[in-house]
Nanobody, 126 residues
Framework: VQLQASGGGLVKDGDSLALSCAASGRSFARGVVGWFRQPPGQEREFVAGISWDGGRVEYADSAKGRFTISRDEAQNMVYLHLGGLKPEDTAAYFC????????????????????WGQGTQVTVSS
């Protein structure tokens, strides 16, 4: 499977963005999908994750109440809606898929995700 993240851009403090992650080749294969971000000069960090059936989601504390993850398995798409953006949300955002079909456990560490998209840049100006 190959992943393609899109939807990033330059926005202002308080604005919203909708990121998309498209799977091609073999779909998400009923695996967990996560979103991570990497601010300039910093390590990659977990943002949100969703189980294969959408029945379980997990958010980083920084994302709770502002970001929403969802998926459309029929369309092989996972979405991350970013609301109430702040300058500190500026980062490259990546989607990733885990290799455990049917799992509802959402790993928080990047090492547990086997497939990664190329990232989409989100820049929030103050």
């Amino acid at each position: 499977v190959q992943l393609q993240a899109s939807g990033g851009g330059l926005v202002k403090d308080g604005d919203s963005l909708a990121l998309s992650c498209a799977a091609s080749g073999r779909s998400f294969a009923r695996g967990v999908v996560g979103w991570f971000r990497q601010p300039p000069g910093q390590e990659r960090e977990f943002v949100a994750g969703i189980s294969w059936d959408g029945g379980r989601v997990e958010y980083a504390d920084s994302a709770k109440g502002r970001f929403t993850i969802s998926r459309d398995e029929a369309q092989n798409m996972v979405y991350l809606h970013l609301g109430g953006l702040k300058p500190e949300d500026t980062a490259a955002y990546f989607c990733a898929a885990s290799g455990a079909p049917g799992s509802r456990f959402i790993p928080l560490k990047s090492v547990n995700y086997a497939v990664w998209g190329q990232g989409t840049q989100v820049t929030v100006s103050s």
